[in-house]
């Protein structure tokens, strides 16, 4: 019996079904046999402890404590599933809108023009932009998407090209708001560039975002902007924002820039030399001519452009961007500008040739110091940025 009674402690606690049958026993009055004689509980409950039928409380058993240790979390987990998953994919299924910073949209492939051997300029169509609008956010400085590998469930950041066709003001019911261009190069071991190249017209492909990549001052009049490669896509926008923004000087000058574009071979710098109008028309020299001739308010920009390419031995030296940056430093009048800025674009390699390595500080990139061509050179009084 004292064997019986210490391992009585260590039984597994009863289960549920021994729990509900516990309930149905111990809320009938009696026991009914064979012979027709009725005996109470008591009177058939066993003196040993170990198998007597105990009777348990009338009503519903309040929650056990494992019960409670699995729904808790249950709950929990059911509430941020809810708020992570179904409100993005509430506001994604809701009419007009379907372009956003929480989950990947699909969007339409309309268009692929190979503007060289290995770069396409890819159009896709697009529902509304939640949260964003689509004037102030060309006109704010730069912004990029996160685009999609379904089959690696990998992305990549890509930065669209400006309607420069559609002018300064972009309506929610004009063509430009659904239509979206991308210049991608495609990259031996890229795998999303590669996954975008195969893609037929017509296919989806999963968008996220805009995300702001950086804020152009406001006030600013004097930009040089050195890119490399697929670089030149932030150029352009930055070229857009100024032609197109409601541009605030002291005298309402005309805002300047210069672009030093570095490219590897000469379709990447000029198209294709077999190419038709249409193709030529699409690359990132014909879009920033435009630029420079449409006015789009009543400044418009001083705009000019420097190539440099690989295959003809040219590149970018300290000299030239000595060059670009002195006659900027002075206004007609010869008193200094009052906002100018120097920006950094391309892969990290021409980045950290240019301007210097950006580093990594808890999970997030970072200017870091300056190094490279532009810390061999005077730049008083220009802020620099590494995009």
Known sequence: MHRLR???????????SQVLIRHLYSTQPSLTVSNNARVTKSATASSDPETSIRPHPVGIPFPSFRALTWAIPVVIGSMIFYVYYFEPYKYKKAPGISLNQWRFAPCTLLNKDNISETSSIFSLRHGKIRGVGLEELWQSG???????QPQLQISRLYTPLPPVDAGARITYDSEEFSRMRLLV?????????????????????????????FKLPTGVEEVVFIAGGTGIAPALQV???????????????????????????E???????KADETTLDQTPVAQLDKISKRRYNDVGIDLSLKQFVDDRKQFIQKRDLQNAVEPL??????????????????????VQAVAGPKLLQNGQHVQGPLKGLLSQIDTTGWEITKL
């Open 267 to 273: 379709d990447d710098a000029f198209g294709p030399s």
């Open 142 to 148: 730069t912004h990029s998407i996160e685009v999609k």
């Open 6 to 16: 210490l391992f009585r402690h260590l039984r597994a606690p009863p289960r549920p």
């Open 239 to 265: 070229a857009y924002a100024l032609a197109t923004r409601k541009f605030i000087s002291r005298e309402a000058q005309k805002p300047r820039m210069s672009i030093l574009w570095a490219s590897r071979t």
């Open 329 to 350: 430093g002075q206004d007609p009048s010869g008193q200094a500008s009052c906002k100018k800025i120097i920006l950094v674009s391309g892969p990290d390699g021409f």
């Open 185 to 213: 190069r495609r990259e031996r071991n890229g795998e999303v560039s590669n996954y975008l190249h195969s893609l037929p017209v017509g296919s989806k492909v999963e968008v996220r975002g805009p995300f702001q990549d």
